[in-house]
């Protein structure tokens, strides 16, 4: 469908790009939603959410309404994953326990290897609490904050 819509040398009424992307992933999601007769809709949670629009200089201009499905399951994706690979390989960190993270994953892991760390807490470590950004601004991003222009402008490149 996006290929369709963003062909030049088609002639008529089509989507747009953006309309045939959202379609797709919506009907991506349906799929998952409707699967295994029904029973992943209790997976996921509709979400509508209204956010003030502001501009440069902070004044309300109005509201954004945001409607949002949200699978709250990452074993209805997941599933379907390892049953089409050969093999998965998951590495990280911060997995541990495996056997906890496979069940929210849905699949059983026949080989896992956990291993013991490999930094040296002693020398390798170190932690740090930055209070101000460069320009001596707090690094403060709460929800009140993080939208203001001093804020953003001193922390971070344009």
């Given at each position: 469908a996006i290929k369709d819509a963003s062909d030049p040398e088609r002639v008529g009424i089509c989507l747009s790009g953006l309309s045939a992307s959202t379609l797709e992933g919506l009907f991506s999601s349906f799929s998952y939603f409707f699967s295994e007769n029904g029973q992943g809709a209790f997976d996921y949670q509709l979400c509508l959410q209204r956010y003030v629009k502001r501009d440069e200089g902070m004044s309300v201009k109005g509201w954004t309404n945001s409607f949002s499905l949200w699978c709250l399951n990452p074993a209805v994706v997941f599933k379907e994953i390892a049953n089409d690979s050969l093999s998965v390989i998951l590495t990280s960190g911060t997995l541990s326990p495996m056997n906890s993270f496979a069940s929210e994953l849905g699949v059983p892991f026949e080989i896992c290897m956990e291993a013991p760390h490999v930094?040296?807490?002693?020398?390798?470590?170190?932690?740090?609490?930055?209070?101000?950004?460069p320009r001596n601004v707090p690094l403060n991003a709460s929800y009140k904050t993080a939208d203001a222009y001093e804020f953003q402008a001193s922390n971070f490149k344009n």
């Open positions: 930094i040296n807490m002693d020398s390798q470590i170190w932690a740090a609490a930055v209070a101000a950004g």
